[in-house]
């Protein structure tokens, strides 16, 4: 058979974390490659209890459901939200199966091939996988510790007109940083006088460490929502509750979620029902906000433990930051480095990291890496940073 592939089959690229995932499945190997929550830390029996009491309910919790989703659970969400100051009602969101398709079915219904639209240097390189392969031109936007850095976003806006800006203000993945108040403000302006359209992904919101006082307002809140709003704002239960019940959420404008929710029912008709009746239950009948919490704190002291050895390594000329919330640490070699060759290194040692070049829209940055906190104990984080030591030493000079 003569296979004949589309034109659109080019765009697609591997996941460089998925990719290191395969390498890192024997047992010896200790990878802080993957965004991947701690597993001993997941509700397994408040789920347990929760997906009994949903098929205790009948055959009818096995039917077919809504595209939308499952409206008990679109409630609760609503709910939930109102503690990040977000009023909605469920006609003003949509589930989807994590907040990947999210992202993907407001691609799908809003870039055209050639569109262009800005991300932070650097971002999330899965979205930038869905950018590619619907044809987007991307461009980046300097980035600082607040946040986007304000001039370089107006010059951008102004020379590029983008039709959308992807952002990760809270925790972003790969760097770890929050925005300052300041410039999700100032993004937010820019943005609504530009008529460019923010696509604001928050996965890691609710692993905050440090002050308890310290809030990092979403940019839906802060702007008039939902109706008209400029931003488009989507979450999952990925890093909260499992990434197996793979259940996330959007909230927009109520047009721009009719559209979404068409392009859902040519993808795969609903999200599992089964899974969203379960999260239902959880939210119902467990004290999620308690979970959290607990997750919080045991994150933070991982974060704590690697911060303290990344500086017992005293690597010369790695520059890192102590992040505030999230799973990532983030750091940058000399520029002579390229830490995919590094990777090489350190999987011979039996440890894994994710090289930063996957992370730029513009394929610089190939001396950086990203390192997750959250996934191993306190003894496996020990080995695994002597191992990495190893590799750093073949590089670094001392």
């Not at 702007?223 to 709003?229: A, I, R």
């Not at 030493?393 to 001392?398: D, H, I």
Request: hydrophobic share 40%; glycine share 6%; net charge negative.
């Amino acid at each position: 058979m003569n296979y004949q592939f589309s034109k659109r089959l080019g765009t697609f690229s591997s996941s460089a974390v998925r990719e290191i995932l395969k390498l890192t499945q024997k047992k010896s190997i200790i990878s802080f490659a993957g965004g991947l929550p701690a597993e001993e830390h997941f509700p397994v029996a408040a789920i347990g209890e929760a997906f009994e009491r949903v098929l205790a309910a009948g055959n009818k919790a096995l039917q077919y459901g809504l595209t939308e989703g499952y409206l008990p659970l679109r409630e609760s969400i609503c709910k939930w939200m109102v503690r990040k100051g977000v009023t909605v009602t469920p006609d003003d969101m949509l589930i989807t199966t994590g907040s990947q398709q999210a992202i993907d079915l407001l691609t799908r219904i809003y870039i055209d091939e050639g569109d262009v639209i800005l991300v932070e240097k650097p971002t999330y390189l899965s979205a930038l996988q869905v950018f590619r392969s619907y044809g987007a031109k991307l461009v980046s936007v300097d980035a600082d510790e607040d946040g986007m850095v304000l001039a370089d976003l107006e010059a951008k806006l102004k020379q590029y007109k983008p039709k959308m800006v992807y952002v990760i203000p809270t925790f972003s993945n790969p760097t770890g940083k929050a925005w300052s108040l300041e410039r999700r403000q100032g993004v937010l302006k820019l943005c609504r006088a530009s008529d460019a359209l923010i696509l604001e992904d928050d996965p890691y919101g609710e692993l905050k460490f440090g002050d308890a006082s310290v809030t990092y307002p979403s940019l839906f809140s802060l702007d008039q929502h939902p109706k008209g709003s400029c931003v488009v704002y989507t979450s999952t239960f990925s890093k909260t509750v499992a990434p197996a019940l793979r259940t996330g959420w959007v909230m927009a404008d109520p047009d721009l979620i009719r559209h979404m929710a068409r392009a859902k029912q040519a993808a795969d008709l609903h999200s599992s029902s089964l899974d969203q009746q379960t999260l239902h239950q959880l939210m119902e009948h467990f004290d999620l906000e308690g979970h959290i919490e607990f997750v919080r704190k045991e994150y933070e002291s991982r974060m704590r433990q690697m911060a303290d050895l990344l500086r017992e390594q005293q690597w010369p000329g790695v520059v890192w930051n102590e992040p505030k919330g999230g799973m990532f640490f983030w750091l940058e070699l000399p520029e002579s480095i390229d830490t995919t060759e590094l990777l090489k290194t350190a999987v011979d040692l039996d440890v894994a990291f994710v090289p930063g070049v996957s992370f730029f829209a513009d394929n610089s940055g190939k001396n950086t890496m990203r390192l997750n906190f959250t996934h191993n104990d306190y003894e496996r984080t020990i080995i695994g940073m002597k191992r990495l030591n190893q590799a750093m030493e073949s590089v670094l000079v001392k």
